[in-house]
């Protein structure tokens, strides 16, 4: 029995600190939240890689609707050989 007093304290303690720490996070906003972080952490560099990526796509799609290949012009493969069909 004391047992199960001790888990539920240290389960109501945990939900309490939680709530305590939680109710900052939607103050700031994320890209703040990373800005701040050092460099050398790994989710600045997910957001930074992330970003160039989506720039990266941005500049890739201009230049194909710039040469007028749209997803109606671009050749699509030849469809794969059938399962179970033998040559």
């Known amino acids: 029995m004391k047992k199960a007093w001790v888990i ?3 389960v109501a303690g945990g939900a309490l600190l939680a709530k305590a720490l939680g109710s900052g ?3 700031t906003e994320i890209g703040e ?3 701040a972080m050092p460099d050398t ?5 997910i957001y930074t890689n992330v970003t160039a990526i989506r720039a990266n796509t941005d500049r890739i799609l201009a230049l194909l609707e710039e040469q007028g290949l749209t997803s109606a012009g671009v050749e699509q493969s030849p469809p794969a050989p059938e399962a179970g069909r033998e040559a």
């Open 8 to 10: 539920a304290a240290v």
């Open 25 to 27: 996070v939607g103050k």
């Open 33 to 35: 939240r990373i800005a």
């Open 41 to 45: 952490s790994p989710p600045k560099w």
